[in-house]
């Protein structure tokens, strides 16, 4: 049997509102990155000799999707990660695109919402069997969270229907809530979560971290800046 390291092919999940620099978290990625742009913000990285950019015609999401994942395979050759930017904005121009596509050309249907759980968990799905390091990112939401003793809160986590939300973010290695300290304006990722947050994170003991050590698997455990 080969010794296969947890942080070997990670898969990875950060969130927050705009502007708090989720896209821009892929220069700190190592080797080389191709990026799915799914909302257009890509621009944030021009100039970066190590990462490529996908198109991806957002008015056609499902073509567009059908055939990355017929292509992306042969085209990973001498790369190390996958991004995936912003799930949230995907979920948006695929209904969309269903509404568009209706009998009235403008309001989705019922079929929609059960065909946008099957459809979003097959794709999730085949990107992340590909043999490469994955990066998601998404906008916030927040959802009301019952606790075990049957308390209610407002949660934080990414911003994806709930019948999607929860089966991807179990594929996940790791789920991080992006912040910013308005003190210093440095940006941490929240690795750990409770009762008002989503987060998770399997591949080390962090609990947070600045957002340029992300993805430093297994350095010391540190606050979140």
Sequence with gaps: MKDVSKTDKFRVAIYGKPGTGKTSTAKYLTGKSIIVPFDNSEK???????IEAETFDKSIPTKELARLVTEL?????????LILDNVSALEKAWFIEQGRNSKSGIRNELQDYSGWTNFFIRVIDSFYKLPINILVTAW?????????????FD????????SVRDTFMGLTDVVGRVMVNPDTGKRGVILEGNDGIY???????????????????????????
């Design 44 to 50: 944030v990285l021009g100039g970066l000799d190590n």
């Design 73 to 81: 395979p042969k085209e990973l050759t001498g790369f190390n990660n």
């Design 140 to 152: 916030e939401t927040q959802n009301d969270f019952t606790s075990m003793t049957g308390q209610t």
């Design 155 to 162: 949660q934080y986590s990414p911003q994806l229907r709930d």
């Design 199 to 225: 987060a998770k994170n399997r591949l080390d003991d962090r609990k947070a971290c600045a957002i340029e050590d992300l993805f430093k698997w297994g350095t010391k455990p540190t606050d979140a800046e």
